[in-house]
Structure formats: C-alpha cells, structure tokens
C-alpha cells in the first residue's frame, strides 16, 4: 500500500484500468467514486431502456407530470435549435403513420386548433400572438358558416 492518492482505477465491470475521471462520482463509496467507468455505466443504461421501455416511459411521464415548465422549456429549446432535425422527425411520422396524421388533422381543422389556425396564416404555432389566433379561427368559422349557408340555399352551386 502506499500514500499516494491514486489517479486511476480498474472498472469492475470492464476490467480496464482508467484515470479517475472516467469514473462518476458516488458519495457513499470509500473512493467517493462509482465502481463502474462512465462508458460501461452509459452502455448499462442504455441497455436497461432498451429491456424497460415501459418504465422508461413511465418516468418519463412522471417527470413531464412534475416539471411541465422545464420539460416545455426544454423541448423548446430543442425545436428552436433544430428546425431540421424537427422537420424530419416530422416527415418520418407523417410517412409511418399516414392515418394518424389525417385523423389528427380531421381533429385539428375541426377544432379549429392553434397549430391548424397558425398554419393557415403560416406562422409557427409557438409564436403566433393569441389575439390573432382567436381572430382568425372565428374568420375560419364564420367562412364555414357561410359556406354552409351557401350550400343550403343552392345545393347545385354549392357541389360544383
Ligand atoms: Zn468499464
């Protein structure tokens, strides 16, 4: 044994011998560090989401439940800062799952929702002012209403 503080140690896990600074830090440990490397520590995880989706997915939910602001914030955050990687996630969705997509839409135009108002006046839903959220849903309604009217008074016409 000797004095000298030592600067690394073997991962139980891997077996390799790394530099204390692979490793992550574990209070309750006699070398206030974790026994496995950090590599063999993000592989573990990994591979337990990969066997857990189920309660991968449930903390996930009880985080989001716990924290809306900060789950917002960041997601936010994301899509602010990659537009392409949202708007291929986006595509990919849209080309997997073609019926969800036209449902949601269904749902959305006939709801009038803000991401389906927004996107008649082309703006992203996130920055579109309420006000003219809300003017321009009740324009919307009012020219389905008309439309409508139209249609009942002079069905040929209106079938065209
Ligand atoms: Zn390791």
């Given at each position: 044994m000797t004095d000298e503080a030592p600067t690394s140690k073997a991962c139980t896990k891997c077996g390799v011998v790394k530099p204390l600074g692979d490793f992550s830090k574990e209070k309750i440990k006699k070398d206030g560090?974790?026994?496995?490397?950090k590599a063999c520590n993000s592989t573990m995880a990994a591979k337990w989401r990969a066997e857990n989706p189920e309660k991968v997915k449930a903390k996930a939910a009880k985080y989001h439940a716990e924290n809306p602001e900060k789950v917002k914030a960041k997601n936010d955050k994301y899509r602010a800062e990659n537009p392409e990687k949202m708007k291929a996630i986006a595509a990919k969705y849209r080309a997997e799952n073609p019926e969800k997509v036209k449902a949601i839409n269904t749902r959305n135009s006939v709801q009038l929702s803000n991401s389906y108002v927004a996107g008649i006046l082309k703006i992203p839903a996130s920055q579109a002012p309420p006000k003219i959220l809300e003017l321009k849903r009740e324009a919307i309604a009012m020219k389905r209403i008309s439309k409508k009217i139209k249609q009942l008074t002079n069905p040929k016409k209106a079938s065209s």
């Open positions: 560090l974790q026994k496995y490397c």
